[in-house]
């Protein structure tokens, strides 16, 4: 399977934990993606790399969330302290080109996290 | 604040029955257009993607409309299939050339394709 992967699919924690989710995007793809979803909505951004440099965060990343890309492939998204509100999908996409906002994006099957 | 609104929020179908799902944007400018299928538990699959200057783009029983004038979209499924169940998301791309990521999701229309 050449497509996204995400690992793992689901994670069960308790409140105040940490957690870390991996995300390997389509080989040579260099853009990649990291998306919140809640049940019935759309995905909201959290933040994007460009190789292996973080270009952009959104205001939902709080400080407790951080992501990785060290390496120019995999990303790490970790929270810290888990609280309930972090139950959610979180979805990685991947992409490639020379225009981010013209390209399609290719997303993982997501990892939903429940924080008890 | 950009937005991108879909209705219905569901509905339900037979199979076989055709049924047109709609999106209104105030996205303003506006890059592109995309229609993406996400099954339950699953990350979305892109269906269809337009610029500003497509009306249509079809892709097998999917067929995606666009009124850049009115910024409105529209998703069409024809013969509708039991696989076809699934949330229908809209996407849209401002006209943004610094490197980054400014898409706009929609809600969502849930469709339920029932025997």
């Known amino acids: 399977d050449t497509g996204v992967s995400q690992d793992p699919r689901h994670k069960i924690t308790k409140r105040g934990q940490n957690v870390t989710f991996r995300c390997d995007p389509i080989?040579?793809?260099?853009?990649l993606y990291w998306y919140r979803q809640t049940l019935g909505q759309g995905p909201e951004f959290l933040t994007y790399?460009?190789?292996?440099?973080?270009?952009?965060k959104s205001r939902l990343l709080s400080d407790r969330f951080s992501a990785e890309r060290p390496k120019g492939s995999f990303s790490t998204l970790e929270i810290q302290r888990t609280e309930q509100g972090d139950s959610a999908m979180y979805l990685c996409?991947?992409?490639?080109?020379?225009?981010?906002?013209?390209?399609?994006?290719?997303f993982g099957p997501g990892t939903r996290l429940t924080v008890l | 604040k950009n937005q991108v609104e879909q209705s219905p929020q569901s509905l339900i179908i037979l199979e076989g029955k055709n049924c047109t799902l709609q999106?209104?944007?105030?996205?303003?400018?506006?890059?592109?257009l995309r229609w993406y299928k996400q099954d339950t538990g699953r990350g979305p699959v892109s269906l269809t993607i337009?610029?500003?200057?497509?009306n249509t783009k079809s892709n097998g029983r999917y067929t995606a409309t666009l009124d850049a004038d009115t910024k409105q979209s529209s998703l069409h499924i024809t013969a509708s299939q039991l696989s076809d169940s699934a949330s229908y998301i809209c996407?849209?791309?401002?006209?943004?050339?610094?490197?980054?990521?400014?898409?706009?999701f929609g809600g969502g229309t849930r469709v339920l394709v029932k025997p």
């Open positions: 999106c209104n944007y105030t996205v303003s400018p506006f890059s592109n």
């Open positions: 996407v849209v791309s401002p006209w943004i050339k610094a490197a980054g990521n400014k898409l706009t």
């Open positions: 337009m610029t500003f200057s497509e």
């Open positions: 996409a991947s992409s490639a080109g020379t225009d981010p906002s013209g390209e399609a994006q290719y």
């Open positions: 080989s040579e793809h260099n853009r």
């Open positions: 790399f460009q190789n292996e440099a973080q270009l952009e």
